[in-house]
């Protein structure tokens, strides 16, 4: 079964930085793409960012864009979001998964994708 592990969230003042990392295994990591969601108090799970498999494609939502980079390392089954410029509605708990459709101007989750590790807290203070 897959396992997701994130980890690097914690408490940063606005403006702030963090490096969140997932390491899977139980997964054939070079071939996913892989992507960042994030989870609110009370809201739905959103889609953040993706990295494609083959060239490094990126996608970021709209209200992370400029802000968060993600990149990935395949020989470490790691993916990274670098994120910078913290603002309090970045707040949330943030998770990792593979996805099944990633491009520059999109990004789909896996149907009936269940794996979904602890996720890694965000808290931004204003």
């Known amino acids: 079964q897959v396992q997701l592990v994130e980890s690097g969230g914690g408490l940063v003042q606005s403006g702030g930085s963090l490096r969140l990392s997932c390491v899977a295994s139980?997964?054939?990591?070079?071939?996913?793409?892989m992507g960042w969601f994030r989870q609110a108090p009370g809201k739905e799970r959103e889609r953040v960012s993706c990295i494609s498999s083959l060239d490094g494609t990126a996608y970021y939502t709209d209200s992370v864009k400029g802000r968060f980079t993600i990149s990935r390392d395949n020989a470490k089954s790691t993916v990274y979001l670098q994120m910078n410029s913290l603002k309090p509605e970045d707040t949330a708990l943030y998770y990792c998964?593979?996805?099944?459709?990633?491009?520059?101007?999109?990004?789909?989750?896996?149907?009936?994708?269940?794996?979904w590790g602890q996720g890694t807290q965000v808290t931004v203070s204003s």
């Open positions: 139980e997964l054939a990591f070079d071939y996913y793409a």
């Open positions: 998964a593979p996805v099944g459709y990633c491009t520059f101007e999109t990004m789909q989750g896996i149907a009936g994708f269940d794996s």
